[in-house]
C-alpha cells in the first residue's frame, strides 16, 4: 500500500452522516488504506431508513441499490422492504468493519487555523480535526411543512410525512395528504387499503406517473438508458410511453402533465412510481383535490377556493437540507441551501469538503451514492 494514501492516525477523513452515502464513502476509503471515521447523531446507522413508513419498499431494483462490496442477499426480493434495508446498512457496517461512532453531532466545520485540515464542532464540547470532511447528513434531513396562513389554528390532526408509520391509527378518518411525490402517493395507498373512511391527495402541479416495471423491465433500467440523451428527445418518447400505459385520469382530477417528464427531471422532480395510485384513482378510492392554500376556521382552503374539514392533514411536502448551521459561513451552498458540488469535486475555496446524497437522480439514489463513494474516494486517496 502507498505510504502516500495513509494519513495519521490524528487526522483521519470524517464522514458525517451514517446513511448509506456515508458507509459507502467509509468502506470505498478503508478498502484503498485511508483511515475513515464515520459520525453518526443516532444510535444507530441507517436511522433516516429506520423512521420511514411501514409499507416502503424501494423503487429501484435489488441488483442495483447494492453500495461497494457487498450484495444484497437474494432473499430480499427485486424491490427490497424497509426493514431488510436497514438490516443490509447493519451487515454492512460490520462486515467492512467501518469505524462508526454513533450518539456524536457535529454542529460546525471550520478550516483548521494553518488551512491545513478541518476542524469540527461536536456535540459534548468535541472538537475534531481531520484532513478532509465527507458531508454525507442526507436529502431527506429536515421535514419541511409549508407556512399555510392559518396553519397553527387549525385543531384538526396536522402531521408531516416523516411522522406516518401506518395506517392503522388513521382508520375510520378523513384524511387529506398534500404532495403527490411519491412519498405523498404511497401513503395515500396505504390508507386507503388500511381502512381510512376517505382519502384525498391535494395535487399543485401534476405528476408524471410511470410504472415501476413493465414486462419485467424496471423503470431504473430505463431511466439509466436516458440520462445523457436530449431532454427534448426523452420527453416525446416519455409521453408516447404514458399514453400507452398510463390510462387519462383527467376525469378524476389527476390530468396528465404539461411538461415533458425529463424536462421535469431537470428541474429536481422525480416521476412518482405506480404502487396502487392510479388503480386507487380510478375507482374512486383517491380523490385529487387542488392544493392547499391556507387553513381557515378549522377547514382547509384550496386553490380552487373550495374548503374541506379533513380530520388528519398529512404533509408530503418535502425536506429541506439542513445544511445552513453546520457549513456556517464557507460559501458552499446554492440559493436552496444545496450543495454546489457533489461527488469528487470540492468547492475551490474549500478543497478537502465532500458532498454526497445531495441530488435526487432519476437512476436511482443508492446507484448514484455508490458511484460518489468510489470517485470520492479516488480523490481522496490521490
Do not use: C
Not at 492516525?9 to 483511515?35: F, M, Q, S, T
Amino acid at each position: 500500500m502507498p505510504a502516500e494514501t495513509t494519513p495519521t492516525n490524528d487526522h483521519p477523513v470524517y464522514v458525517i452522516g451514517g446513511g448509506p452515502g456515508g458507509l459507502a464513502v467509509a468502506a470505498v476509503l478503508r478498502e484503498r488504506g485511508v483511515r475513515a471515521v464515520v459520525l453518526e447523531k443516532s444510535p444507530a446507522v441507517g436511522d433516516s431508513w429506520r423512521r420511514h413508513y411501514d409499507r416502503l419498499h424501494l423503487h429501484t431494483t435489488r441488483k442495483k441499490s447494492a453500495l461497494p462490496g457487498l450484495p444484497m442477499p437474494r432473499s430480499f426480493g427485486r424491490w427490497v422492504a424497509r426493514d431488510n434495508v436497514v438490516r443490509y446498512l447493519e451487515k454492512y457496517a460490520e462486515y467492512h468493519e467501518l469505524d462508526v461512532v454513533t450518539g456524536v453531532e457535529v454542529t460546525g466545520i471550520e478550516r483548521t487555523a494553518d488551512g491545513s485540515g478541518w476542524l469540527l464542532h461536536a456535540s459534548g464540547g468535541r472538537e475534531l480535526t481531520g484532513r478532509a470532511v465527507v458531508v454525507a447528513t442526507g436529502y431527506n434531513h429536515t421535514p419541511r411543512i409549508p407556512s399555510w396562513p392559518g396553519r397553527d389554528s387549525y385543531a384538526g390532526e396536522l402531521l408531516h410525512a416523516s411522522a406516518y408509520r401506518e395506517a392503522g391509527p388513521y382508520a375510520g378518518k378523513d384524511v387529506l395528504v398534500v404532495g403527490v411525490g411519491n412519498t405523498g402517493a404511497e401513503i395515500a395507498v396505504d390508507l386507503t387499503e388500511g381502512g381510512a373512511a376517505r382519502v384525498r391527495l391535494a395535487v399543485r402541479t401534476a405528476p408524471h406517473i410511470v410504472r415501476r416495471s413493465t414486462l419485467g423491465w424496471p423503470a431504473q433500467s430505463t431511466a439509466i438508458l436516458v440520462r445523457r440523451l436530449p431532454t427534448r428527445l426523452v420527453d416525446r418518447a416519455a409521453a408516447v410511453l404514458s399514453r400507452i400505459s398510463v390510462p387519462d385520469l383527467s376525469s378524476k382530477g389527476l390530468p396528465r402533465p404539461e411538461t415533458g417528464l425529463y424536462s421535469r427531471v431537470r428541474e429536481g422532480a422525480i416521476p412518482v412510481q405506480d404502487v396502487g395510485l392510479l388503480k386507487a384513482v380510478r375507482k374512486g378510492l383517491i380523490e385529487p383535490v387542488a392544493a392547499v392554500e391556507s387553513f381557515e376556521d378549522n377547514k382547509v382552503v384550496l386553490a380552487d377556493g373550495s374548503r374541506i374539514s379533513p380530520d388528519v392533514v398529512i404533509a408530503a411536502t418535502g425536506y429541506e437540507r439542513g445544511l445552513e448551521g453546520l457549513l456556517g459561513g464557507l460559501d458552499v451552498l446554492d440559493e436552496r441551501g444545496r450543495p454546489a458540488t457533489h461527488g469528487r469535486r470540492a468547492p475551490k475555496q474549500a478543497p478537502g469538503l465532500y458532498f454526497t446524497g445531495f441530488t435526487n437522480p432519476i437512476s436511482g439514489a443508492l446507484r448514484e451514492l455508490r458511484r460518489d463513494a468510489y470517485r470520492i474516494a479516488k480523490a481522496l486517496s490521490r
